[in-house]
């Protein structure tokens, strides 16, 4: 989808104009991928524009700068003020909104000790990753040749920069080959994640989830899928999952904050269930909840 411009971005405590936004070349994330990220989605509501979990995420952010070694110049609600500056300032009732940390100018080896880190926040028009004749028939997916990171070798539990051409490189091997996306195995051959989605399977009306020791980034969508599916009622299990459990399920479906939900029709060619009831149901909760219609979950969405 094509990015369309907004009037500011916030870099450094600044409002910047979009055009104005630039690093340097000699910027070290550029050269080696070092830093953090979070998507974060704001939906139209009758109170106006809400961010969903969007302290959730700043926190978050804020655990994989510790993962990574890397000190944060703003503290948590210096960030979450500066996503809501960046969403007042484009006038935009719903958008995505890019909170960015990265290792600015100073150094180009590989230590990070005598570089500034440096944040930036950024929001633009941005519908769901997936069009209306997509969801309709349901996601064709692939289990991808490219393993999802060890954890000795990248940290998948962190929102990586660099952990995202591991993702790029498996989706564009899926949509070259006319699959949506793909899913991801660890390197012990265990389900682990989509490109950049969390996963469930249902067999028997039980919902199954791979663990985040299995390579899963700990979704905050997914979580907020976990939390409905069990205020339900229904029995969800962490649990690993192999590349069979795929092909024998009876609805599969992914979540996150750009993709929402979406349900699988098929695995490398295997139909599952689609629409499977499960998938659909939760789907419907999480439209709601996110628009701010659902009281029970209200307090997930910030207002801005």
Request: charged share 20%; hydrophobic share 40%.
């Amino acid at each position: 989808m094509p990015l369309t411009p907004t009037k500011k971005i916030w870099m450094n405590g600044e409002m910047v104009d979009w055009a104005n936004a630039t690093v340097h070349i000699a910027t070290h994330t550029l050269h080696y991928g070092t830093g953090t990220f979070e998507g974060i989605r704001v939906y139209e509501t009758a109170q106006g524009p809400g961010f969903f979990r969007l302290t959730d995420h700043i926190k978050r952010l804020y655990r994989s700068g510790h993962i990574l070694g890397m000190p944060m110049t703003y503290s948590v609600a210096e960030i979450v003020r500066a996503c809501r500056d960046v969403v007042a300032a484009s006038g935009l009732s719903s958008c995505y909104v890019r909170p960015l940390a990265y290792y600015g100018y100073g150094e180009l080896g590989l230590d990070t000790v005598n570089c500034e880190v440096d944040i930036a926040v950024m929001c633009w028009p941005w519908a769901s990753v997936r069009g209306d004749s997509t969801n309709k028939r349901g996601l064709r997916m692939k289990v991808s040749s490219w393993r999802r990171h060890d954890h000795n070798i990248m940290p998948p539990e962190a929102k990586t920069i660099g952990n995202y051409v591991n993702s790029s490189l498996g989706k564009a091997e899926a949509r070259k080959a006319g699959y949506d996306d793909c899913i991801m195995l660890n390197p012990q051959g265990l389900v682990a994640e989509c490109t950049a989605e969390n996963i469930f399977v249902v067999r028997d009306g039980v919902i199954f989830t791979p663990p985040v020791s299995a390579g899963a980034l700990e979704g905050l969508t997914h979580n907020t899928i976990r939390t409905m599916a069990e205020d339900l009622g229904l029995d969800v299990r962490v649990a690993n999952l192999s590349r069979a459990d795929l092909y024998i399920a009876d609805e599969i479906f992914v979540c996150g904050t750009a993709s929402e939900v979406a349900s699988v029709a098929s695995v490398d060619d295997r139909e599952v269930g689609f629409p499977g009831p499960i998938g659909s149901r939760l789907q419907e909760i999480f439209a709601e909840t996110v628009h701010g219609r659902i009281d029970q979950y209200r307090h997930w969405v910030e207002a801005l």
